[in-house]
């Protein structure tokens, strides 16, 4: 844990216009300490990722020169962190030298563990960003293999002379940018954009409160709380036609400008966005390198997929909760650690060991993710009242579909996720393994095989508690990455 810095100076809400001097000095034209010379520009690979559960292939779209310079750590672009499904490089085509590589996640990774990849394929648009290369450069991709080994799956040259890069792109319609807090120079930071989707041009207000009133939330949680002075926010919120998202279930439809929509892999509360090409473009007017998209709905959803975005509906009753929780996903790869609810994806054929580092599928002492943080004597796996969470959980689960498929209003649902929060607090939080770091069993959607690594955390509950301490590493180590030289 890292110790507490002082408070943040307030930076006042403003459109890009009045801010352009403070935004000037932060991201445009900087020189690093390192190197003396300008930021680079920012480059934007598009591409289109298609398949099923058995193949997939990849095709380019466009490359494109965003509007702002790379906003990232000069010092600190080269992945080490051995997270994500995917992972990518940027070599220089003549040395071999590796100028920037990044672990990520992606749609496409989620989709094919579902049902549905069985039985067609599908093609998602999906990004890779880095500084601009000044000479011909070769981007390759990979994936992990069963032994969680990544291995090569497509690869292009990139010619910065390429007369079909596409530059000097006029911004996307954005409503202006809001500095929601300004901690100092982009490359010393994590900067990350907040997106609100569903607004219209009269509820920019709205936004604006919603953003600041979830970032106080945001603020307040370990180990964010610690590190406020490492991290900017920026705020975007193109004007929507209509007010609110989709919401296909409900017979709800909107053309929103990001796109965003419940019901992702016919999960009633997950939202994302197919929409990659609109996201981007909307969000390259800020610079950003973590992504929270806040839509303005009331029902329960979120989302959140690591490198990618997370998302949370602003005004759900849980939007605390949720906003930190699926942050967690997006920032640092962190595994869903519950296994009750309904979820879109098949249970695995095989107990692969999750790359994520909050679940394990090896239950050895020796060899534990998180060895060094079980105090000796914490039994492996980790007694808790699993029996009696799961008999409870059924029950509720049966009364949360009876709910949405009666259409019975939101207030009916909190208040049996209130009822769920006090019986969760007490049951999971008591003596003698409440709050012991171990291997407690029932993890990454599955009862039997994997493991968490402490009975209560705010990756497997809703419950008024922190993240655990393996938790808190894994974020601390890419608030590492992006704000430390």
């Known amino acids: 844990m890292k110790s507490a810095r002082r408070a943040p100076v307030p930076f006042q809400a403003t459109t890009i216009q009045a801010a352009l001097p403070a935004i000037l000095a932060v991201i445009l034209v900087l020189a690093s300490p390192l190197t003396s010379q300008a930021a680079p520009a920012t480059m934007r690979v598009d591409y289109y990722h298609t398949g099923n559960d058995k193949d997939e292939r990849f095709s380019l779209d466009r490359i494109v020169i965003e509007p702002l310079p790379w906003p990232g750590n000069p010092a600190r672009t080269i992945d080490t962190t051995n997270l994500g499904k995917y992972f990518f490089e940027v070599a220089d085509a003549d040395s071999g030298r590796v100028l920037y590589s990044r672990g990520f996640a992606s749609m496409f990774g989620e989709w094919e563990t579902t049902g549905e990849a069985k039985t067609m394929n599908r093609t998602f648009s999906e990004s890779l960003r880095f500084p601009a290369v000044e000479k011909k450069a070769r981007v390759t991709l990979r994936k992990r293999d069963r032994r969680n080994a990544f291995q090569d799956i497509w690869s292009l040259t990139i010619d910065p002379a390429d007369k079909f890069i596409v530059r000097d792109v006029k911004p996307a319609a954005s409503g202006g940018l809001i500095a929601l807090h ?70 709800v439809h909107r053309q929103s400008p990001l796109g965003t929509s419940y019901d992702t892999f016919d999960s009633e509360r997950y939202i994302l966005t197919t929409e990659n090409r609109a996201f981007r473009d909307i969000a390259a007017n800020a610079p950003y390198e973590v992504v929270e998209i806040i839509t303005n709905s009331s029902t329960y959803g979120g989302g959140g997929i690591f490198n990618l975005y997370a998302t949370v509906a602003a005004d759900s009753e849980w939007a605390p909760y949720i906003f930190v929780h699926e942050f967690g996903h997006h920032i640092a790869g962190l595994a869903d650690e519950y296994y009750t609810s309904d979820v879109a994806y098949l249970p695995a054929a095989e107990r692969i060991e999750p790359w994520e580092p909050n679940a394990t599928a090896l239950l050895d002492p020796a060899n534990l993710k998180w060895k060094d943080l079980v105090k000796a004597g914490t039994p492996l796996p980790t007694p808790w009242p699993k029996d009696e969470y799961e008999k409870d959980t059924r029950e509720r689960q049966v009364r949360r579909r009876d709910i949405r498929a009666q259409n019975r209003p939101e207030s009916d649902m909190n208040a049996l996720f209130r009822e769920e929060l006090l019986r969760d607090t007490r049951l999971l939080n008591a003596p003698p393994h409440g709050g012991v770091i171990g291997a407690f069993e029932g993890a990454n959607y599955e009862a039997r095989g994997y493991y968490r690594p402490q009975s209560d955390c705010i990756m497997f509950t809703r419950d008024e508690v922190p993240f655990c301490a393996v938790c808190r590493r894994a974020i601390e180590t890419i608030l590492d990455l992006y704000s430390r030289r």
């Open 182 to 251: 300004n901690a100092g120079p982009s490359e010393d930071k994590l900067d990350l954009l907040v997106l609100g989707d569903g607004y219209t041009a009269a509820e920019r207000g709205k936004f604006e409160q919603d953003a600041r009133r979830l970032l106080k939330v945001f603020f307040s949680t370990s180990p964010f709380k610690e590190r406020e002075q490492d991290i900017n926010v920026w705020g975007l919120v193109p004007a929507a036609a209509q007010s609110g998202i989709s919401r296909p279930s409900g017979k």
